[in-house]
DNA sequence: AGCGATGTTCGCCG
DNA sequence: TCGGCGAACATCGC
């Protein structure tokens, strides 16, 4: 699932669901997903709470005191918090069995998400070089950022470096909102289209959080629903494109996102 | 049945 | 050091 709307909004189910209970057992069905020893796990989780949340771009911190446990979600993460009553659901990774009749279950499907624990937040952000929150950033640390840089503004955007939390299908949403070609060289921005392009990011993403990163129904005049081959540009019907970069697949429409801006 | 996939990381090269 | 590329990671669904 996750870019920053998906993990946003498991955040929310977190706080809601799982804060407060005390943590009595946690099940390892698989090791891989660990960065750190299960022992290390269980020294850092067993008997605290779960006490409160943080997102920072795609990861999701929680706050057990004195530690945090980081949960990335790779492509195919998810939360589920579930009766124990019930069976855990399909590919959970990790059980964590609070003392009450439920169960959280860390989900990752193909094996690309990672739990971690870290001493504090600001020591994860820096070791993991991590930009600014995409999502909370302010106007002029942005256009700090976007100065900083050289790269063409599609890799900038999937380098977490850069800015954290936006990924592959938002930032070809976003360039497309702003009539950026995703070949452009960010530092070419001039500051209207900076501050037009800030504008973009923080409705695209707040969109997204509000459709909890469901991207299935998402309104004809986005490029989103028409991010595959032979699809036209819900504004000037023009074919999109379908291009390779770092190799991944971004779609742009190539009259509305010229080169030059 | 092979290919592609909302992510990260590492090594290589310019 | 930065930027771009390609591969690797793991596995399921289309």
Redesign the pocket.
Known sequence: ???L??VETFKRYLDKTSLKQLIKKIIVT?H?ILKIDESFLKESLLGKKFESSIRH???LLVFLNPRYLVM?????GDLEYYNKKDDPP??SKVIFQFNTDFNLAYIS????G?LDIVDSIEEFIKN??LGLDAYKMGFEDFKGAVE?????IK??F?????I?G?????SDEILFRSKIHP?T???SLHEGKIKELFTNIKDVLKFGIEKQ?D??TYPNQFLIPH??LEERCPACNTEITRF??????GFFCPKCQKEEN
């Not at 990335?72 to 195919?76: A, S």
């Not at 499907?109 to 690309?112: G, P, S, V």
């Not at 999937?158 to 850069?162: A, R, T, Y």
Request: no cysteine; charged share 30%.
């Open positions: 699932m996750p870019e709307p998906e698989d891989r771009g795609k990861y990335h979600f790779g492509m195919t399909k590919y499907t193909r094996m690309f990672k993991k070089k900083k840089r050289t790269a063409i890799n900038a999937l380098n977490q470096s850069f954290a936006v990924g592959n299908i938002y070949k060289k960010i530092n990163g991207l299935s991010r595959k390779e970069i770092g190799g991944r697949h």
